[in-house]
């Protein structure tokens, strides 16, 4: 792979401690000599990936002038984190919370950073994990001590405000013992091009619980490659989550790998495409140990061109007797020519388990849309109405129900426009 | 006064005719029952009139004060004043009655202030539990929490008329007296014009009739009073009972594949 901007050199210059650059040196040097990946691979299928050009994009090397951003999507969260550009402008934290040890900042000057840094994604899952690791500016670590819960969320903010800029966050999570915490992620851009490459890392130690939601707002002409990895140990809960709104090409895989016993696993998303934007869901629920019990949910509604994709695979490994996995997504197409794919796979190599898929992909129910429509609800507003009660199971669900009220407000306005057109 | 004219009414579906010349005029604060066999066309009836998508009409008109219903969609019937009380209320996940009840008076221009109160107030008059109020239209609800569902939503529309598929079905012998009351009452208060279709007699036990029709091979067959429902209920259909019919609820009921085995053989 030859690109004048992603290469050891440029990832030299991004600096940092030594095992850092080591790092970075050494990821750009096994992106350069891979290939991106085609369609042809099965995890790519459906995908666009044949369409990405990076020439079109490059690092940004100098921090924004404008450090303005909007403000926050949550009240009085534990923690803020404001990145433009990749670059870390803002930061606060409750006070009270880091004299009880709970850290969040960058990565860097976290207790046992070079530890904490492919902790979970010890093999990169593909080009574009190798590309995180060597261009990712200012990795941002959440680290919460034995024992210590989180009320408030933590918000992370990403801002891609410069045109043609290629950004890489990095997030790693660490709970240790019987921790409790949960972040709201949020990524969004201008309308200009620009890419934008998320890698989170999300480790529960034993009893620890572990919330994450990824809201994905991106500008109409920015594609987004991320992957999500979260290893669950003994007894504990991960829970990530990903609403889909924006972007021209967004795609997020996440692997979800239950390797403690009693380890439980939640993925929630949901997602809305409008005009001709892909939404491209790959997920992989992972039970390594016995008693290990995987619950999916995945809701989605493309309208206009717009695409969706999920696939998804339960693999349920040889000593991973008493697994209990569930993986369901639906999608709505309000449509004709939206085009929804959906793939669920089983592999499962202990007989002991439980296991059950589902997957859906149909127009606007007749039925309910008429039973509204017979009461007096105008068919615009029962499509509205219906497709807003479609999505009320994930939202309820989501593990920061401080955004629900924001989500299901930008749902709203993805149908209004939806009826502008009609 | 209003008045719900239908005349000579044809229907399909999928090229079989389910109706073949109804006739049938009901005036603001009369009960008119439909009884029938299985087949007659009783819910294709109550789906043509709220104008559910599927049916073909072939022939006639319905005419509510002169506006001609079957050129409007669903919820322009509504505005005009039709109400249909579902035998199979739809599950509509995600979404609650004073949602649903809120967009439908804001189509209309009209105030939705005390919808809240409104809803209360009738939930209490059928006894139906107000927390069913914030759930999802019908998700989980039982047959009877259904039809009360149904009921509510009657009273607080105040529709000039109001078709009852089979209101009875699913209900238990309280809820049918509760709400077959306040469709009762409707009448006296609002001078709501009732068609009710019922395959059973004790539905008019409250809903006092003023007239009873047997609909049969898709049109009226005879009309009369109670007394016509007492006489169905001895009788039965047999003799308005077309010879598909009979063989369709025959294998139906699953009495095998020969439609003239004696079933009790």
Partial sequence: MSSPTFTPDTAAALGGPSWLLARRIAAAEAFAASPLPSKEEEVWRYSRIGELDLERYATVAEAPADRHVAASSVASPAARLVLVDGFLVDSEIDPALAAAGVYVGRLIHAPGADLLLGSVMTEPTDVFALMNDAFAREPIAIVVPRGVTVERPVVIEHHVARGGAAVFPRLVVLAHDDADVRVLEVFRSGESTALVVPIVEIVASPTARVGYLGV????????????????????????????????????????????????????TSLYFGSGEQMLDFRTFQDHAAPDTSSTLLFKGVVDDKSASVYTGLIRVRKNARGTNALQTNRNIKLSEQAWAESVPNLEIENNDVRCKHESAVSPIDADQRFYLESRGVPPQVAERLVVAGFFDEVLARLPVPEARVALAGSIAAKLDAHEGVR | MSELVISGLHASVRGKEILRGLDLVIRSGEVHVIMGPNGAG???????????????????????????????????????????????????????????????????????????????????????????????????????????????????????????????SGLDVDALRLCSRRVEAATHETGLGVLAITHYKRLLDELRPDFVHVLAKGAIQVTGGLELAEELERTGYSQWIERDTVETSVSIAGFGDDPFADPFA
């Fill in chain 1, 216 to 267: 994905q707002q991106l500008g109409a002409s920015t594609w987004q490659l991320g992957s999500v990895v979260a290893r669950a140990e003994a007894s504990s809960t991960v829970h990530v989550s990903a609403a889909g709104l924006g972007g021209d090409y967004a795609r997020v895989r996440t692997d979800c790998r239950l390797i403690g016993r009693g380890a439980t696993g939640m993925l």
């Fill in chain 2, 42 to 168: 009783k819910s294709t009836l109550s789906h043509v009139l709220m104008g559910k998508p599927g049916y073909e009409i072939t022939a006639g008109s319905v005419l509510l004060d002169g506006v001609d219903l079957l050129v409007l969609e669903p919820h322009e019937r509504a505005h005009a004043g039709l109400f249909l009380a579902m035998q199979y209320p739809t599950e509509v996940p995600g979404v609650s009655i004073e949602e649903m009840l809120t967009e439908a008076l804001v189509a209309t221009g009209h105030p939705h202030g005390g919808l809240r109160a409104r809803l209360e107030a009738e939930a209490e008059r059928i006894e139906f539990d107000t927390r069913f109020l914030d759930r999802s239209l019908n998700v989980d609800f039982s047959g009877g929490e259904k039809k009360r569902n149904e009921t509510l939503q009657l009273a607080v529309l105040q529709p000039k008329f109001a078709i009852l598929d089979e209101l009875d």
